[in-house]
C-alpha cells in the first residue's frame, strides 16, 4: 500500500475522532446483572459489555505477599443492591482467615464516563498486615493497544529496542503497573478490534497515597494484566511491575530498580477509599482509542485554572534579563550561548541559539530594550556562516576555536523555522533579513531535495520538524518544491503514526523512544500545513498528533513530598513529562504552547486555548532572581542523572544547574508567538 493510500486508510477512521461524533460522545451505560453465580457489574457502549467484574467477584484482596507479590487473594459479589437518586449502590462482604472486610461500590454517571467510590473497611480484630487491595475491570480486548500516558504506547515498539523503556507485548500473565504520580493524565486505555470495528475502554483514577502503606510515600498503581480470555484494567494499593519483573518501578534512564514490599498494614476499623472513573466507547478506527479518554481525563481534573501561576509579564521580563546573561560576541562572532560557562553557539535542540532572532523582533520594542533588535540583526547575520555539508549544515559553533560541528536533524528543522519566523517578522521590525533568506533557501533546497529522492526513508519522527520550515518557507520564497517535500513528509509520518503501530518518537537527542518531541514534532507539522494547503486531512491529522501530545501534559496538581519543589508549593498542571524513557518533567510545555491554541483558535476549542495558557505560565515556576530556572522537577520515583540505588526520596527534587539556553529561549519565542495570535503577554 503506497504512503498516501495507507495514510488515506488510517485517517477515513479518524475524520471525527476524539470529541466530534455523537458516538464518541455517546455515555457509558451501567448495568448490574444477574447471573446464577451472583452480579456482575458491567460497563457498556450500546448493547455490547466492554467492562465488566472479574468472574470470581467485584472485590478482590490479597491477605499475603510471597515472591515479591500479592498472594492469598480472597474474593466477593455484590450481596446487596440499592439504589440512591443518581447513586447505585453495591454492599458486599470479603471473607478471610483473619477476619472479614465490609465493601461496598457506590456509582452514578460522569459526564461519558461512569463514577465509582469504593469502600473497604477492615472488621478483623487484630491488624490486617502484608494486605492488597484492588479495583479490577476486564475487557474482552487483547493485544498491545493500551495507552498509559507517559508511560506505554502500544507496546512502546521503539522503545523497546532501546532495552532503557517499560514495554507491553500482551502476551496472556504480563503485567505493567506503575505508581499513580508518575501518570501525566492517570488513565489507562485500551483499544481492539472486534467483529468488524474498533472498541475502547478506560479506567481513570483520582490519584492518592494509600492509607497504611508499608513503604514511605506509598500510592496507589495503575496499569494492566494480560489474560487468556481479554485484558484486566486495575489499581493495586501499591505492587508495581513492568517488563517480566514484579516489584520494580522506573526509577533511572538505564531501566528499573526494585520496589519490593508495597503491601498495607491496615488496623481494625480502618476505612480505605478509592475513587475511580470507567468509560467504554466505540473508536471511530485503529490509532484512536486513546483519544477519548484524553479528553475525558481533561474533563475530570479541569486543568485549566491560572490561580497561583506567575503572570505573563513577569515571566517574560524575567526570561529576556536573563536572555541577556547568555549573549557573547568575539570578534565577528556574536549570538547567545547554550552554556553559562562555554562559548559555544548552538541551533536548534538545547541550543536555540536562532530562536531570538524571531522573538526579540517581537517582543523587544514592546519591552523598550533597543539592543533586542540589534541581537537579533547580528546573531541570524553570524548563524548563516554555519557550514554545510552532505548531512545538511552545522549547528554548533565553538567561538574559542571558530569550528562548526553536530548536525542533527531535528536540530537543522527547528533552526530553519527560527529563521523563516524571524523573516516573516522583518517587514514590521525593519532589519535586514536578505542573508537569512539565503540561508534559509540554501537549507530548504538542501533538505526538500533529500526529502523528495526515492530513497528517503527516516529513522524516526524527528525529521518532522522540517514540514513546517518548508511551509514557511515555500509562502516566503514561492517553491513549490518545499510545500511537495513537506507533504511527502506528512504522508510518511501519517501513514507510520496514525495507527500507533509506530507511535510517534525519537524528538528527544539522548532518548531513543516514544515521546513528546516526537509527537510534538508532527503536530506541529500537520497544523503548518493545513495553515498552507486548508485541506481538512491535514487539520485531523494535527488533532491526533495533538492528542498524543496532551497525554504528557500533566493535568492534576501532583501532591509532592518534603523537598526543593515542596518549599515552593510547586504546581505540576501544564508541566510535560519528557518520555518513556527520561520520566521527569520539563518545560518543554512552554514551546508546545502556542500550537495548542493556536489548534483551539482554528477548531473553536476554548478549552485548548486555556490549556496552552496555563502551559506556558506554569512552566514559568521555580523562576530565580536572575530569571534562571532548572529543567527537571522529579515528580516521580525517577531521577536523570547521579548515582542511584534506590527509588526513594528521589520525588520531590530539582535538578536545577542544567540551564542550557532553550529554558530561556522558547519562553520568549512563545511569548513572541501568543503575542501575534493577539495574547497580551506585556502589559
Known amino acids: 500500500m503506497g504512503i498516501r493510500c495507507a495514510a488515506a486508510v488510517a485517517l477515513s477512521v479518524l475524520a471525527a475522532a476524539g470529541v466530534k461524533t455523537a458516538a464518541a460522545q455517546e455515555s457509558t451505560q451501567l448495568r448490574v446483572r444477574e447471573t446464577g453465580e451472583g452480579r456482575v457489574v458491567e460497563l457498556l457502549s450500546g448493547d455490547r459489555v466492554l467492562l465488566s467484574s472479574p468472574p470470581e467477584g467485584l472485590w478482590s484482596v490479597a491477605m499475603d505477599w510471597r515472591d515479591t507479590w500479592p498472594a492469598e487473594w480472597r474474593h466477593a459479589r455484590p450481596g446487596e443492591l440499592e439504589t440512591c437518586g443518581e447513586w447505585t449502590v453495591l454492599r458486599g462482604t470479603v471473607e478471610t482467615p483473619r477476619g472479614h472486610w465490609r465493601v461496598s461500590d457506590a456509582y452514578r454517571p460522569a459526564g461519558r464516563a461512569v463514577k465509582c467510590v469504593r469502600r473497604y473497611v477492615w472488621e478483623g480484630a487484630e491488624p490486617a498486615g502484608r494486605v492488597t487491595l484492588s479495583v479490577r475491570f476486564q475487557t474482552p480486548g487483547a493485544g498491545t493497544g493500551a495507552v498509559l500516558p507517559g508511560i506505554l504506547y502500544h507496546g512502546n515498539p521503539s522503545g523497546a529496542r532501546s532495552g532503557r523503556t517499560p514495554v507491553y507485548t500482551g502476551a496472556p500473565g504480563e503485567e505493567a503497573f506503575y505508581e499513580e504520580h508518575r501518570f501525566p493524565m492517570p488513565f489507562v486505555s485500551l483499544e481492539w478490534q472486534g467483529e468488524g470495528a474498533f472498541h475502547g475502554a478506560a479506567l481513570h483514577a483520582l490519584p492518592s497515597p494509600v492509607p497504611f502503606g508499608n513503604l514511605p510515600d506509598q500510592w496507589w498503581s495503575m496499569g494492566l494484566r494480560a489474560l487468556d480470555t481479554g485484558t484486566e484494567l486495575a489499581l493495586l494499593s501499591g505492587p508495581c511491575a513492568s517488563n517480566g519483573q514484579r516489584s520494580v518501578v522506573k526509577a533511572m534512564q538505564p531501566g528499573f530498580l526494585p520496589y519490593n514490599d508495597a503491601y498495607l498494614n491496615v488496623p481494625p476499623g480502618a476505612i480505605i477509599e478509592k475513587t475511580f472513573w470507567l468509560e467504554a466507547y466505540p473508536v471511530p478506527g485503529e490509532g484512536a482509542g486513546f483519544q477519548r479518554p484524553v479528553w475525558t481525563s481533561l474533563a475530570l481534573f479541569n486543568p485549566y485554572r491560572v490561580d497561583g501561576l506567575p503572570a505573563f509579564e513577569e515571566i517574560v521580563r524575567a526570561k529576556y534579563r536573563f536572555s541577556n546573561t547568555r549573549w557573547y560576541e568575539a570578534g565577528n562572532a ?91 517578522a522583518a517587514p514590521s521590525s525593519g532589519l535586514d533579513d536578505s542573508r537569512w533568506r539565503v540561508f534559509l533557501a540554501k537549507a530548504c533546497d538542501f533538505h526538500a531535495r533529500r526529502i523528495l529522492a526515492d530513497d528517503w526513508n527516516p529513522t524516526s519522527t524527528d525529521e518532522a520538524f522540517f514540514i513546517a520550515p518548508l511551509c514557511a518557507a515555500h509562502q516566503l520564497l514561492g517553491n513549490g518544491e518545499y510545500l511537495r517535500a513537506a507533504e511527502k513528509a506528512a504522508e510518511t509520518y501519517a501513514a507510520r503514526s496514525l495507527s500507533m503501530r509506530e507511535p510517534y518518537w525519537g524528538g528527544t537527542l539522548d532518548a531513543s523512544c516514544e515521546d513528546k518531541e516526537g509527537a510534538f514534532a508532527a503536530f506541529q ?132 544547574d542544567w540551564t542550557v539556553f532553550w529554558i530561556t529561549a522558547h519562553f520568549l519565542n512563545a511569548a513572541a508567538q501568543f503575542e501575534e495570535m493577539g495574547v497580551e503577554t506585556l502589559r
Open 334 to 424: 556574536a549570538g547567545y550561548t547554550k552554556y553559562p560557562d562555554k562559548p559555544i553557539y548552538v541551533m536548534g535542540w538545547c541550543g536555540q541559539a536562532a530562536a531570538l532572532g524571531y522573538a526579540n523582533q517581537v517582543l523587544g520594542p514592546r519591552l523598550g530594550e533597543p539592543a533586542a533588535l540589534k541581537r537579533a540583526q547580528k546573531s541570524l547575520d553570524f548563524l548563516t556562516n554555519a557550514a554545510f555539508y552532505d548531512g545538511g549544515f552545522r549547528t554548533w559553533y565553538h567561538c574559542d576555536t571558530g569550528t562548526w560541528d553536530h548536525h542533527e536533524p531535528l536540530s537543522q528543522g527547528q533552526a530553519m523555522l527560527s529563521f523563516a519566523n524571524a523573516i516573516q
Open 525 to 656: 507539522g500537520f497544523l503548518a500545513l493545513h495553515e498552507v494547503t486548508k485541506e481538512p486531512r491535514y487539520l485531523e491529522w494535527a488533532r491526533h498528533a495533538c492528542d498524543v501530545t496532551l497525554t504528557y501534559v500533566v493535568v492534576w496538581d501532583i501532591d509532592l513530598p518534603p523537598g526543593r519543589l515542596r518549599d515552593h508549593a510547586f504546581k505540576t498542571r501544564g508541566w510535560t513529562a519528557v518520555s518513556v524513557q527520561n520520566m521527569h518533567i520539563d518545560v518543554y510545555g512552554v514551546l508546545i504552547a502556542p500550537y495548542v491554541y493556536k489548534l483551539g483558535l482554528m477548531t473553536g476549542n476554548d478549552d485548548l486555548k486555556q490549556l496552552a495558557l496555563v502551559m506556558y505560565r506554569s512552566c514559568g515556576q521555580l523562576l530565580d532572581p536572575y530569571g534562571s530556572q532548572g529543567e527537571q522537577p522529579q515528580h516521580t520515583n525517577y531521577a536523570q542523572r547521579g548515582n542511584i540505588d534506590s527509588p526513594f526520596g528521589l520525588r520531590g527534587g530539582y535538578v536545577e
